[in-house]
């Protein structure tokens, strides 16, 4: 064990050490990717790579319109698949969105409105259908690189010294490595399959709220809790010495790479990426890359992650048989309804969204949502058609030849042809919106959405003299600048109407949404 441990010391003195060779020196991150090779086994089923982003915005790209950014491996993927411009997290929020991900199911069934810390336990029942689950019922290698942020184990506080399990090992995931929680609150540590990386059993990770962690300091970075009672860890301190702020999109791309450098076919990949997630730490190469300062140098670290991962697949001579899937856990933050210091550069996260990240405004869940797949997927093609993130599944489902149970994904839906058919027609004409708070459980139908409440719902809260309800007819007005609750009175009756159905259909009553600030996890269906 010691000698172990020591092992573990030279290999964080050494990532110090490089460190300060790459702030000095500018050097681009390390690739592995003169260690790919072809892979000689065929499959009929296509690899899958689904590239879920942290924060992105639906202006933070260019080829959805952002100027001041440069992403050409992102658009590359949209050039040669499918670009969709209705394209939604269900949630606002990042971990509920992530449970929609891979259950397809809305996360309001388990009382989820909000982020998951170190503390909380594992959201997702290992019983429950996975996007992960439901490949490896057809022989594929699955691995999730990146932020998990679901929480571990089966209760409240779970041992991080130790195996935590259930994980995401537990829910179809043949490998892990990456954040347990996020980047922007403790534990800032790897972590491997069930394991915490490089941890030294003689200084335990130990819970202590409002604790003070072994970590550099960032703007919006908890490693100094302000509050006392924020859910922290101290100790461990080797642990986090491996774990290097402005080299993690760098970590994460080698170790994605490396996975599906070791596997047969098919296999599926869940990169899970904390760009770009606050705090803003680009790799040192990428700052002043963009014209919109570190966050957007941020997103063309994204990009250059997105650029291994095809150049990788194009190696293994399988780029033809692999789908790839891009989009994000939600809207951006920006500070004010306005946008906050990067609008005076020309670059606004969110295009001209209203709103931003947490709230049910269009800024918080319409998200970049790309479809790749060479000779199957339309190429140069774009979709105005309404698709959400928990619809993956079930589409996967129906391009492995599954079919689904009743107890399976039960909110997505197949949009399969939505993504092979030249002038398709979505399989879905309602979702079901969730901000961070409950109260503003909002439901979009066709070109309408309703907001129950005033404000955003998130962190915006409404002005004196706002309207509320809200009503929203977004083929007309797509920015939400012009609230109808009074021009169409019988259109938000309506609405109001089918979406309490539509709760009460899935256990959830107008008494428990409108009863509660905001849901935290709990027992639900």
Same mark, same amino acid.
């Given at each position: 064990m010691l000698?172990?441990?020591q092992?573990?010391?030279?290999?964080?003195?050494l990532?110090?050490v490089?460190?300060?060779i790459?702030? &000095?020196?500018q050097?681009?991150?390390?690739?592995?990717?003169?260690?790919?090779?072809?892979?000689?086994?065929?499959?009929?089923?296509?690899? @899958?790579?689904l590239?879920?982003?942290?924060?992105?915005g639906?202006?933070?790209?260019?080829?959805?319109?952002?100027?001041?950014v440069?992403?050409?491996?992102?658009?590359?993927?949209?050039?040669?698949?499918?670009?969709?411009?209705?394209?939604?997290?269900?949630? $606002?929020?990042?971990t509920?969105?992530?449970?929609a991900l891979?259950?397809?199911?809305? /996360?309001f069934r @388990?009382?989820?409105?909000? /982020? !998951?810390?170190c503390?909380?336990?594992?959201?997702?029942d290992?019983?429950?259908?996975?996007?992960?689950?439901l490949?490896?019922?057809?022989?594929?290698?699955?691995?999730? !690189?990146?932020?998990w942020?679901?929480?571990?184990?089966?209760?409240?506080?779970?041992?991080?010294?130790?195996e935590?399990?259930?994980?995401?090992?537990? !829910?179809?995931?043949?490998?892990f490595?990456?954040?347990?929680?996020?980047?922007?609150?403790?534990?800032f540590?790897?972590?491997?399959?069930?394991r915490?990386?490089?941890l030294?059993?003689?200084?335990?990770?130990i819970y202590?709220?409002?604790?003070k962690?072994?970590?550099?300091?960032? /703007?919006?970075k908890?490693?100094?809790?302000?509050?006392?009672?924020?859910?922290?860890?101290v100790?461990?301190?080797?642990a986090?010495?491996?774990y290097? #702020? %402005?080299?993690?999109g760098?970590?994460l791309?080698q170790?994605?790479l490396s996975?599906m450098?070791?596997q047969s076919?098919?296999?599926?990949l869940?990169?899970?990426s904390? &760009?770009?997630?606050?705090?803003i730490?680009?790799h040192?190469y990428?700052?002043?890359?963009?014209?919109?300062?570190?966050?957007?140098d941020?997103?063309?670290e994204?990009?250059?992650? !997105?650029?291994?991962?095809?150049?990788?697949?194009?190696r293994?001579?399988?780029?033809?048989?692999t789908?790839?899937?891009?989009?994000?856990?939600?809207?951006?933050?920006?500070h004010?309804i306005?946008?906050?210091?990067?609008?005076?550069?020309?670059?606004?996260?969110?295009?001209?969204l209203?709103?931003?990240?947490?709230?049910?405004?269009? $800024?918080?869940?319409?998200?970049p949502?790309i479809a790749?797949?060479?000779?199957?997927?339309? $190429?140069?093609?774009?979709?105005?058609?309404? @698709?959400?993130?928990? #619809?993956l599944l /079930?589409?996967?489902?129906?391009?492995?030849?599954?079919?689904?149970s009743?107890?399976?994904?039960?909110?997505?839906?197949?949009q399969?042809?939505l993504?092979?058919?030249?002038d398709?027609?979505?399989?879905r &004409?309602e979702?079901?919106?969730?901000p961070?708070?409950?109260s503003?459980?909002?439901?979009?139908?066709?070109?309408?959405?309703?907001?129950p409440g005033?404000g955003?719902?998130?962190?915006?809260?409404?002005?004196?003299?706002?309207?509320?309800?809200?009503?929203?007819?977004?083929?007309t007005?797509?920015?939400?600048?012009?609230?109808?609750?009074?021009d169409?009175?019988?259109?938000?009756?309506?609405?109001?109407?089918?979406? %309490?159905?539509?709760?009460? %259909?899935r256990g959830v009553?107008?008494y428990?949404?409108? +009863?509660n600030?905001?849901?935290?996890?709990?027992? +639900?269906?």
């Amino acid at each position: 064990m010691l000698f172990i441990y020591q092992k573990v010391n030279l290999f964080a003195f050494l990532l110090t050490v490089c460190s300060a060779i790459i702030v &000095n020196g500018q050097t681009p991150p390390v690739s592995v990717l003169d260690q790919m090779k072809p892979k000689t086994a065929k499959s009929k089923l296509p690899n @899958i790579v689904l590239i879920y982003a942290d924060d992105l915005g639906y202006g933070d790209l260019s080829c959805y319109g952002a100027s001041k950014v440069s992403t050409p491996n992102i658009d590359r993927l949209a050039k040669e698949g499918r670009l969709f411009t209705d394209g939604h997290s269900t949630s $606002a929020v990042c971990t509920p969105s992530r449970y929609a991900l891979l259950t397809g199911e809305y /996360p309001f069934r @388990i009382n989820n409105y909000s /982020p !998951v810390f170190c503390e909380d336990r594992l959201l997702i029942d290992p019983k429950k259908t996975t996007i992960a689950s439901l490949l490896k019922r057809k022989g594929y290698l699955t691995a999730c !690189v990146g932020k998990w942020h679901l929480g571990f184990g089966d209760k409240l506080k779970p041992d991080w010294n130790k195996e935590l399990k259930p994980g995401p090992l537990e !829910v179809g995931f043949d490998y892990f490595f990456g954040l347990p929680v996020v980047n922007s609150h403790p534990p800032f540590v790897y972590m491997e399959n069930r394991r915490i990386v490089g941890l030294d059993p003689s200084d335990p990770l130990i819970y202590k709220r409002g604790g003070k962690t072994h970590s550099r300091e960032y /703007p919006n970075k908890h490693a100094v809790p302000k509050n006392k009672k924020m859910p922290s860890v101290v100790g461990g301190k080797a642990a986090h010495d491996l774990y290097i #702020d %402005e080299c993690i999109g760098e970590k994460l791309t080698q170790k994605a790479l490396s996975w599906m450098n070791k596997q047969s076919q098919p296999f599926f990949l869940y990169f899970a990426s904390h &760009n770009v997630h606050y705090p803003i730490t680009p790799h040192p190469y990428f700052h002043g890359k963009s014209e919109a300062g570190l966050r957007g140098d941020f997103v063309q670290e994204l990009d250059w992650s !997105v650029g291994e991962l095809i150049s990788a697949v194009e190696r293994f001579g399988v780029f033809e048989n692999t789908l790839f899937l891009f989009t994000s856990d939600n809207g951006a933050v920006i500070h004010g309804i306005k946008g906050d210091v990067l609008q005076s550069s020309g670059h606004t996260p969110n295009g001209k969204l209203k709103g931003r990240k947490f709230g049910v405004w269009e $800024a918080g869940h319409r998200v970049p949502f790309i479809a790749c797949w060479p000779y199957k997927i339309p $190429a140069k093609s774009t979709s105005d058609a309404l @698709i959400a993130n928990m #619809d993956l599944l /079930p589409t996967l489902a129906a391009i492995t030849k599954q079919k689904l149970s009743s107890s399976e994904a039960r909110d997505g839906l197949n949009q399969l042809a939505l993504f092979m058919e030249d002038d398709p027609v979505s399989a879905r &004409n309602e979702l079901i919106l969730q901000p961070h708070k409950r109260s503003h459980t909002s439901l979009r139908k066709g070109d309408w959405i309703y907001i129950p409440g005033a404000g955003d719902g998130g962190w915006m809260p409404a002005k004196p003299g706002d309207k509320t309800p809200q009503l929203y007819n977004l083929k007309t007005d797509p920015y939400q600048s012009n609230n109808l609750i009074f021009d169409n009175p019988e259109q938000a009756s309506l609405m109001a109407k089918r979406l %309490e159905e539509m709760l009460v %259909e899935r256990g959830v009553t107008a008494y428990t949404i409108r +009863g509660n600030r905001k849901g935290k996890p709990g027992a +639900g269906q």
